[in-house]
């Protein structure tokens, strides 16, 4: 009896499967990607499991699921567990050819493919902003002629805003159609084009353990995601007061959310709302994992569990410590949290802090460059120069304890151009 975990993005060493399934009974084995592995700095972990391996063209040519078929056959493999994104849809074909118990597409293309997802939401009665899928240039410019510009379009199954554009007037819609739109490219008919809602984006994080959601609180940015790219200030993150009406108008639009989608039985999940200046809620979209950046952290502070290790661990069937809350009862955080996050811009590193200033508020810090490291612009969301979580009594003081630290941190550190 063997775990399989797919590791796909972020740290391996900060995700301690082999420790996280001590008690399970076989081995436990790694396939990553060695390209992520390479961004972040890092060589496969061996220690504690009885294969590791880092895997060339992780997302190309089918050479992950090869050796994952592989090793399942020659191990006995009874249990794939895959936590990132993009791993979801593979890992849910691998039960399913391998007969193995879990997440299966039925319950997760409800949280990967948007058109899918906005559908169900929408006939549950969920608000949704309008959006079309996009198969030829004439359906793009046909959504700008009914909705008005700004047009939102990305990938229907994409992560970490990776492909999406926003197409601001009818000069941005022309350059994009001559220079990104390929009819008969990869990506194609892979779109969908969604009426852009104003007012900041909220999203609601917690754990569903057995069918039933065990907890979840909300927090909203302070930024656009979308700007991974460009913007190299300060991309801070809050969660909600506990005696915050909208906190709690969120938690209900959340629950209504889930009770649309046929989840599987044991997963984290991120959802993302918008709050519009008019008062309404709209939902962005969902996805049946945690979020990124520091938000495992976050929820942990919240509620003193791990997400990712509970919802793993519930997966095999172990012991998780996580109380169910009597019907109708929402567990409220024990804490206020927030994270900042600083995304890598173009410069070579001559100086960098290596550890955080002593204060005991400062519950994680993680610098993810080193002197003499020639850095670029940011490619995807997860492209981190520092992430800083901290913890406080309420959001006000949440927020000024982060551009503390902020204001610390860009004055250690120290960029040549290059």
Excluded at 31 to 37: D, G, K, T, V, Y
Excluded at 146 to 163: C, E, I, Y
Excluded at 341 to 351: D, S
Aim: hydrophobic share 40%.
């Amino acid at each position: 009896m063997s775990v399989l975990v797919l590791h796909q993005v972020g740290s391996a060493h900060a995700v301690p499967y082999d420790e996280w399934f001590a008690d399970h009974d076989g081995e436990v084995l790694l396939l990553a990607s060695r390209e992520n592995l390479d961004r972040v700095g890092e060589t496969v972990p061996t220690a504690g499991y009885a294969h590791a391996e880092a895997v060339d063209g992780y997302d190309t040519g089918g050479r992950l699921e090869e050796r994952a078929l592989d090793l399942a056959r020659e191990h006995g493999v009874t249990h794939v567990v895959a936590p990132h994104e993009r791993d979801l849809e593979r890992a849910a074909v691998l039960r399913e050819i391998l007969g193995l118990p879990g997440q299966l597409r039925e319950t997760v293309l409800p949280f990967r493919d948007k058109a899918l997802m906005k559908d169900l939401a929408a006939a549950a009665g969920v608000r949704v902003a309008a959006y079309r899928e996009i198969e030829t240039a004439t359906d793009v410019v046909a959504f700008a002629d009914a909705h008005g510009f700004p047009v939102v379009l990305k990938p229907r199954d994409s992560a970490g805003s990776v492909g999406l554009h926003i197409l601001r007037d009818r000069a941005e819609l022309g350059t994009y159609l001559a220079e990104h739109f390929d009819l008969y490219g990869p990506d194609q008919p892979n779109l969908i084009a969604e009426e852009y809602v104003p007012g900041p984006l909220c999203h609601i994080d917690g754990l569903v353990l057995g069918g039933r959601l065990a907890f979840a609180w909300p927090s909203q940015y302070q930024y656009a995601l979308a700007t991974y790219a460009t913007d190299t200030g300060p991309r801070v993150d809050l969660t909600l007061d506990t005696d915050d009406p909208l906190a709690h108008r969120l938690l209900e639009f959340t629950e209504q959310l889930l009770d649309a989608l046929p989840g599987p039985e044991n997963f984290a999940f991120h959802a993302e709302v918008f709050h519009t200046p008019d008062d309404e809620l709209v939902l962005c979209e969902i996805a049946c994992r945690t979020g990124g950046a520091a938000i495992r952290d976050i929820v942990t502070l919240l509620f003193g569990a791990d997400p990712t290790r509970s919802w793993l661990r519930a997966e095999l069937g172990l012991p998780v410590s996580v109380d169910q809350p009597p019907s109708g009862v929402r567990p409220l955080p024990r804490t206020m949290t927030g994270q900042l996050v600083l995304m890598k811009r173009p410069g070579r590193v001559t100086a960098v802090p290596d550890g955080p200033p002593d204060l005991p508020w400062i519950e994680r810090f993680r610098v993810f460059v080193k002197p003499g490291q020639t850095l670029t612009t940011a490619r995807t969301s997860s492209d981190f120069l520092c992430t800083v979580l901290v913890s406080g009594p309420d959001r006000a003081t949440v927020e000024e304890r982060l551009r503390q630290v902020e204001a610390w941190f860009l004055g250690e550190l120290a960029l040549e151009d290059v």
